[in-house]
């Protein structure tokens, strides 16, 4: 998997948090998955959708109503769920939680395990704004998941952005795919 895929995945709120839920055993219907994610209906069937459309899940033959699909983990599915699965052990608080539904932040703390400028941020993020990486950076530093340092040695002075506590968990929990 590379970053354009996790970029892909986490395009969608409820992607990560399906795909966990999925790699921790609770069966691929809609009426399992929807009350364990905590999702409105209609974000959910998009999330899932989404998932659908990026070869991540497909439909299982056989199984359920048409109406009622059942779904299961391709290959590829299987390794992105253990990852969403890690990163999902890693956030516990609510506003973790709510942090990790946002577009960029897995994606920013991927790139950010070593410590790195805001540049190079962006260009490992090739579709990302500068206003959307500012807001992740400002959400992430908050939250305590991003430390921002000033490198004395540099002329003209320039941040430096490098993952923390949780954020840590998380990029080595997407490490392993990348």
Known sequence: MDISLLVKITGRAWSL?????????????????????????????QSLQHLVSLGLMERNPGHGHPLRPEYRLTELGKKAAAMASAIDKAATEPPELILLRRAWTVPVLAVSKQPV??????????????RA??????????????????????????????????????????????
């Open 17 to 45: 948090k399906i795909l966990a839920l999925l790699d921790q055993g609770v069966p691929g219907r809609q009426a399992a998955l929807l009350p364990r994610s905590g999702a409105g209906r209609s974000a959910f069937v």
């Open 117 to 130: 400028h805001f540049s190079e941020i962006k260009t490992a993020l090739t579709p990302i704004t500068d």
């Open 133 to 178: 990486l500012s807001k992740t950076l400002q959400h992430l530093q908050a939250q305590h998941w991003i430390e921002r340092r000033i490198s004395p040695d540099d002329r003209p002075p320039r941040p430096l952005y490098q993952a923390a506590r949780s954020g840590i968990r998380i990029s080595e929990a997407v490490a392993h795919l990348l």
